[in-house]
């Protein structure tokens, strides 16, 4: 898929913060070794389609990455993780010290765009960790792998301390691939909005796989 699209959810009850700043999110779900290398392969091509122009003074950004099983079991999908945490914190030390301790990672200018980057792992099974867009109409469990890993984001987001530490977040497929620089000046804009127009969530139209 070469469109970028969105789906957007507001998170809990509204509460105003000063000024409207807002705690955003960017949750991107991997599963399979071909999604590992997309998140891969996104970290330069970022580089061509900037997220944001200048980081932005009314709201902090995080990158969530976020893995269908267990991330420790996957040692190719963990080096691709820490080599964009390690990557981030070098590139913010550099920033602000212009100095850094960390010799690992691989860093990017629009790591400038988030406030951080994070992973959790939703540790499905095998038997929850389902996705079938071809038996749709013969199992009912087709989806049941997003499904749960959805339900697993939700849970965290509420859980975290604290419980409203975010107030949207976009569900970025991984085979959603920016085509636009300031793509997430426009998330940025589309969450602010919501909150405006007391939505909860928002996306494109489904068409179908």
């Known amino acids: 898929m070469k469109l970028l699209t969105w789906a957007l959810a507001a998170l809990g009850v509204v509460q105003l913060r000063a000024a409207g700043h807002q705690h955003l999110a960017v949750v991107r779900v991997f599963s399979t070794d071909e999604e590992v290398q997309l998140l891969e392969e996104s970290g330069p091509a970022w580089g061509q389609t900037s997220p944001c122009a200048v980081k932005s003074n009314m ?10 099983k267990d991330l420790d079991s996957n040692p190719a999908a963990l ?4 080599d964009l945490e390690n990557g981030f914190q070098k590139y913010m030390n550099m920033q602000n010290y212009n100095s850094s ?3 690992s990672g691989t860093s990017y200018d629009w790591m400038k765009c988030f406030s ?3 992973h959790m792992s939703a540790m499905l099974n095998p038997e929850q960790d389902v996705y079938d867009n071809r ?3 013969t199992n009912k469990h087709w989806v049941s792998g997003p499904n ?4 697993k984001i939700m849970t965290e987001m509420f859980s975290a301390e604290p419980a409203d530490m ?17 793509w997430l000046d426009q998330f940025e804009t ?13 996306g494109s139209q489904y068409l179908g796989d």
């Open 116 to 118: 951080g980057i994070h």
């Open 148 to 151: 749960a890993v959805f339900s």
């Open 101 to 103: 301790n960390v010799t």
């Open 166 to 182: 975010y107030d949207t977040f976009f569900l970025m497929e991984m085979d959603a691939v920016p085509i636009k620089s300031h």
């Open 135 to 137: 038996g749709y109409t």
């Open 59 to 68: 709201s902090d950004i995080d990158l969530i990455l976020v893995y269908s």
């Open 79 to 82: 080096q691709v993780v820490m």
């Open 190 to 202: 589309e969450a602010h909005e919501m909150a405006d127009n007391n939505m909860a969530v928002r």
